[in-house]
Every structure is written in structure tokens, then in C-alpha cells.
């Protein structure tokens, strides 16, 4: 059974601090690896990667895949309040032919505090 | 910008009736997930189309869940009856393989009493 697992579960920063956030997973045929922010409503697409070692940068967010060690990490530099929201991690795996799911992990909540 | 339609937003139903959840994804999307949101599980896959066909749909409790894909507009999630364990969030996505990322619906937030 594919497996994602994230860590922590909570985290509660001042402003200005820098996060680490942890994806970890145990899937077959991988594809790829996401990262999704939902605050309250629908989780929205931060990041997709594919390759080892090659950093996707957003503003103060970025994060990389490691496909020996099978993780990634997001990091998030200068947090700001609205930064605040659950952020998921998700793998793409091929489920036969050129069929493609995603497996999630259930989340981390951040919480930044002013 | 484009985006996933799911109606209603929110249902409160009673045990036993049945539930119908709709979806219109992304207009040039081939493929829709239904995703299931609860604090215990987290994110669930519960089924998923291509090109409107069902591919997988082990994550749904077949005896009381079917999803269908009438059309390329709609897709449907029902659930009859529906159970107090069923309340939950229930998201939309759709995309297209390849694509960077899939585009979730605001959810639809179902309780069951």
C-alpha cells in the first residue's frame, strides 16, 4: 500500500522564522511529488517535482525532492501570517498504462503567530 | 480563471437518505478525482475518470458509493443511504496527466444525522 507520511503534524512559529516541513513516502512506480497550501477550502498547487536534487523556488517557498531517500522537504523563509494553513504533501504514482493518482499525506498544520 | 465547480457546498441529511454530490471540472480536463477529507484520515482517494471512464474506484465503499461521469461536464458522487461515519469534506479535482498539479473544488461539507 503507497504510503505518505509527513512531519510534524503542528507546528506554531513567530513571524519571521524559518519552517522545514517533512514529506516522506513509500509508493510504488513514483512520478512525481507535490506540495498543496488549504486554508479553509481547497487545497492549492505550490509545487510539482520529478527530479532529485533540483530546488522549485517560489518567493520565500521552496522545496526539493530526494528520490534516493524518498523525501522532500518545503521550506519557508520570513514567514508571514499568512502563511498559516495546512500544508499537504502528495505522490503520483502510475496505477497502469498512463493512469496517474495521488496519494497524500495528511498534512502539516502551521500555525505563524504576529 | 478557470476553475472546479462542486455544488451544494454544504448538505446536513439524515441517515438513510440518499446524498448526491456534483462536480464540473475544468472545461479541456480528461481526468477527475473524487477525494474524501476527514481530521482522522486526512485526504482519501475515493475514485477517479479519465476521459470520463472509471479507472479505480477501491477507495469507495461500493455497497452504499457510485460515481459516474455522465458527461465531460459533470461528474457525480452519490451516496444512498448515507451514514453518520459518511460526514465529511468531499473534494473535486480535476487535470490531465502530466499536468502541474490538479485544481481541487471548494468541497462539498456533508453531515449526516
Known amino acids: 500500500e503507497d504510503k505518505v507520511v509527513q512531519s510534524p503534524l503542528s507546528l506554531v512559529v513567530h513571524e519571521g522564522d524559518t519552517v522545514t516541513l517533512n514529506c516522506s513516502y513509500e509508493?510504488?512506480?513514483?512520478?512525481?511529488l507535490l506540495w498543496y497550501k488549504q486554508e479553509k477550502k481547497a487545497p492549492t498547487f505550490l509545487f510539482m517535482l520529478?527530479?532529485?536534487?533540483i530546488e522549485k523556488k517560489s518567493g520565500r517557498l521552496s522545496s526539493i525532492l530526494d528520490k534516493k531517500e524518498l523525501f522532500s522537504i518545503l521550506n519557508i523563509t520570513a514567514t508571514q501570517t499568512g502563511d498559516s494553513a495546512v500544508y499537504l504533501c502528495?505522490?503520483?504514482?502510475?496505477?497502469?498504462?498512463?493512469?496517474?493518482?495521488?496519494?497524500f499525506g495528511k498534512g502539516t498544520l502551521l500555525t505563524v503567530n504576529p | 480563471d478557470a476553475r472546479v465547480t462542486q455544488t451544494p457546498r454544504h448538505k446536513v441529511t439524515e441517515m438513510g437518505q440518499e446524498v448526491t454530490m456534483r462536480c464540473q471540472p475544468i472545461?479541456?480536463?480528461?481526468?477527475v478525482f473524487w477525494y474524501r477529507q476527514t481530521m482522522m484520515q486526512g485526504l482519501e482517494l475515493l475514485a477517479y475518470?479519465?476521459?470520463?471512464?472509471?479507472?479505480?474506484d477501491s477507495g469507495m465503499p461500493k455497497d452504499r458509493f457510485s460515481a459516474e461521469m455522465p458527461d465531460a461536464t459533470l461528474a457525480t458522487l452519490k451516496i444512498q443511504p448515507s451514514e453518520p461515519r459518511d460526514s465529511a469534506v468531499y473534494f473535486c479535482?480535476?487535470?490531465?496527466?502530466?499536468?502541474?498539479?490538479?485544481?481541487f473544488g471548494s468541497g462539498t461539507r456533508l453531515t449526516v444525522v
Open positions: 479535482a480535476s487535470g490531465y496527466p502530466g499536468s502541474r498539479g490538479y485544481t
Open positions: 509508493v510504488t512506480n513514483f512520478r512525481s
Open positions: 520529478t527530479s532529485s536534487g
Open positions: 502528495a505522490v503520483g504514482v502510475n496505477s497502469g498504462g498512463s493512469n496517474y493518482k495521488l496519494t
Open positions: 472545461l479541456g480536463h480528461n481526468t
Open positions: 475518470f479519465r476521459n470520463r471512464a472509471p479507472l479505480d
